[in-house]
């Protein structure tokens, strides 16, 4: 069945662009309409926008998996949801069916619900990229508990932050999970991490690897012996909880400008309708095709578009364990020529990589299943778009070039594949419902082409942020404050001659480095925590691969007689207190920092210097201390 809500030329998605503006309240409804609802809502767009409060579909009520789940039944029961490609490529794929989903789903909700969780409880997941990641987070919805994915790579310190912030009462983990030639003990990062945590009561362990763990009795339980002890019980379906529109589905933390990482809160059916509507226009799904996405259920984009959107659209959605480079860096052309995926949604920085590994990886793929190439995460230099559509698309496929974020739930301005016009870096037009302005530092929008500025949302959508966990004044101050009744993306932007645009990165203290978000102030407090450090700096520079690199400046207290040893040591502690991924790529010791006269650290100089323009500085006469640059400028690696 041809989705009704799916844009079929240019024509149609200007006339619903238009529509989306000037009458949202009859768009949105007549999408929703399409969706299982328990209770019809009463108001399509309610609250306070520009108070950072907005609900959508109030008044309704519905469970987010009888849409991704149940609805499917009737007619594709046998149908794929889920593909699962192991680490390991000798390993068995698994196939599950959306029948099969289903039984696991409810069988794994009575697990939850004899643990004692109930609607509204939080639940952490820290698992590795296998089909019961999906199973848990929908066993969740199900049961209406919130669930909140931490990235198997953050480090026990950051776990424990991240279930004290949330007070999550249950963990859901594994022994371990397969990452190319490694394993990560995870249930041992837990075990660290439990010991600052007290509101957990339980933790439930999948085992995958076979690792030995330490098991806690009375805390800590078997998935499997759990699930096997529901299927003895024959407790069968069980039904999905009755959420009302707004309440929360999910917590995703992600980093900001402080040193703490913030708890985005999406709703049960603005998200679920932006996810799917998204999903089906971006990528012009077709009924059949497989979907592969190959992001971590741990960042938004699989939240989005590995588990909710695909699965709410009736696709079938590959989920990949391992590493694009392992056992070869022909892995994902493997992949695509295995299970004939027909959507590939990859990030630059994969592109990136995989495009330096030169072309032998793709000798003797096929890659002609291939129907649409995305991309998303980060801006995608010229070289790696061209790369991308030449070698993977052949010069045929559209690629999606989507801008998004973890607050806007889902796409907000992407090229529909095939419908709209690409153009190489610029992410376009945005979707329906979507207003994009631009201001400038004085809060003036933008009017016209052929201007840069900030990026602002100035209407509520449906995928919106509803405000971070635990503390609603802090989502006010960060989106909703910089300019006064729109969202602020914290990301700079272009809009060309013909309207199209194009993101050029963020403006705020925020590095995306590997398309992921890392918050200098975040790295700054872990190696400050080394006990030799005095102070420290994070800036963001050029990098081939990661697209940004994390340069530090650090001052030490004492005469440095080993720098090697200390870098070691630095970069240990910054893993240990956040994560590999906020490993810095340059350390360089100075003696002083420059600052303002109130004593601020001048971060635009040091990004000048790491970005190897230190000719570009310009005045620095009114520093508190200009001799300083001069010394750091000496000392560049
Ligand atoms: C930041 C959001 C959206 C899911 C993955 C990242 C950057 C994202 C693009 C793109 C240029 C992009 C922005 C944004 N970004 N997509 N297509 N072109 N930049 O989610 O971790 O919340 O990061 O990623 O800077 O603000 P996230």
Known sequence: MKCPYQIQSLEQYH?????????PDTFWADIASNFTWKKQWNTVRGGDFKNGQSTWFEGGTLNITENCIDRHLADNAQQNAIIFEPNDPQSDTQYITYQQLYDRVNEFAHVLQKHGIQKGDRVCLYMGMIPELAIAVLACARIGA????????????????RVNDAQAKCIITCDAAY??????????????????????QTVI??????ETVNMVSGRDFWWKEEVSQVQQDKLGGFPAVEMNAEDPLFILYTSGSTGKPKGVVHSCAGYMVWANYTFVNVFQYKQNQLHFCTADIGWITGHSYIVYGPLSAGGTTLMFEGIPTWPDAGRFWDIVDKYKVDILYTAPTAIRSLMGCGLDPLENKSLESLKVLGTVGEPINEEAWNWYHEHIGKNRLPIVDTWWQTETGGIMISNLAGITPAKATFATYPLPGVIPQLLDENGHVLEGNSVSGNLCIAQSWPGSIRTTWGDHDRCLQTYFSAYQGKYFT????????????????????VLNVSGHRIGTAEVENAINMHPGVVESAIVGYPHEIKGQGIYAYVIFQNEIDDAQTLKTEILKTVSQ????IAKPDKIQFVPALPKTRSGKIMRRILRKIAEGESDKIGDISTLLNPEAVEVIKQGVI
């Open 146 to 161: 919130i669930h909140s994915v931490i990235f198997g790579g953050f480090s026990a310190q950051s776990i424990s932050d």
């Open 15 to 23: 006339t619903d662009y238009q529509r989306s503006i000037n009458d």
């Open 577 to 580: 207190l956040i994560g590999p």
């Open 490 to 509: 914290g990301d700079g932007c272009l809009r060309d001659e013909n309207g199209m645009y194009r993101i050029t990165g963020r403006v705020d203290d």
């Open 179 to 200: 990452r190319g030639a490694k394993t990560i003990p995870l249930k041992s990062v837990i075990d660290d991490a439990l010991a600052s945590c007290t509101s957990v």
């Open 205 to 210: 362990v999948y085992n995958h690897v076979n």
